[in-house]
């Protein structure tokens, strides 16, 4: 019924900079929260970043002040901006949505299928 199809992961170097998409599509009537999750090897998924509807943003300390959450309601798809870039952020990221199907109804979590980001050092 609703896909969230990320892009944009890849190799970089160590100070450089990616942008991740993720469009969602489907049977949506309203989508409440997007963000961002991350999870290394080994290791469990952590949060980085949210964003509401109204536009007000969160972001995990590790990346604060070099990742910038957006979204582009009439495209219901949300945007990570990542700069300088770390080895440590090395992890596949997946995004998150939590959405109706229709307006006052109940709402539900999505996830996309991932993205690796590889920070080369």
């Known amino acids: 019924q609703v896909q969230l199809v990320e892009s944009g992961g890849g190799l970089v170097q160590a100070g450089g900079s990616l942008r991740l998409s993720c469009a969602a599509s489907?049977?949506?009537?309203?989508?409440?929260?997007m963000g961002w999750y991350r999870q290394a090897p080994g290791s469990q998924r952590d949060w980085v970043a949210t964003i509401n509807s109204g536009g007000i943003t969160n972001y995990a300390n590790s990346v604060k002040g070099r990742f910038t959450i957006s979204r582009d309601n009439a495209k219901n798809t949300v945007y990570l901006q990542m700069n300088s870039l770390k080895p440590e952020d090395t992890a596949v990221y997946y995004c998150?949505?939590?959405?109706?199907?229709?307006?006052?109804?109940?709402?539900?979590?999505?996830w996309g299928q991932g993205t690796q980001v590889t920070v080369s050092s």
């Open positions: 489907g049977r949506i009537a309203r989508i409440n929260t």
């Open positions: 998150n949505a939590i959405l109706s199907y229709q307006l006052g109804g109940p709402e539900y979590s999505y």
